[in-house]
């Protein structure tokens, strides 16, 4: 059974930095593309990011320039760097699969004051 543990948010004031993490169980990371999603409050699940088997990156526009995922596969492990925060990033922030998603995990909470 796949389980995702995100973890790593809290409240941050503007142009902080935050850094996320996101472990595995019950599936190897490292033969999967996966991906940061985040909902805001009030609003639908977004992609910001998203981190290929050979490592290639991609990200929202919003994000492009302050965040970076990253991966160490002996740790089963992907990671959001998250620089410049803004108000508008709070959100819950979750990890998965780009398709074919696995459960959600329960997410973690970024928070980001003016």
């Known amino acids: 059974q796949v389980q995702l543990v995100e973890s790593g948010g809290g409240l941050v004031q503007a142009g902080g930095s935050l850094r996320l993490s996101c472990v595995a169980s019950?599936?190897?990371?490292?033969?999967?593309?996966v991906a940061w999603y985040r909902r805001p409050p009030g609003k639908q699940r977004e992609l910001v990011a998203t981190?290929?088997?050979?490592?290639?990156?991609n990200y929202a526009h919003s994000v492009k320039g302050r965040f970076a995922i990253s991966r160490d596969n002996a740790k089963n492990t992907v990671y959001l760097q998250m620089n410049s925060l803004k108000p508008e990033d709070t959100a819950i922030y979750y990890c998965?699969?780009?398709?074919?998603?696995?459960?959600w995990g329960q997410g973690t909470q970024v928070t980001v004051s003016s």
């Open positions: 998965n699969r780009p398709w074919n998603v696995f459960p």
């Open positions: 019950g599936v190897t990371f490292s033969a999967n593309a």
């Open positions: 981190i290929t088997t050979s490592g290639s990156t």
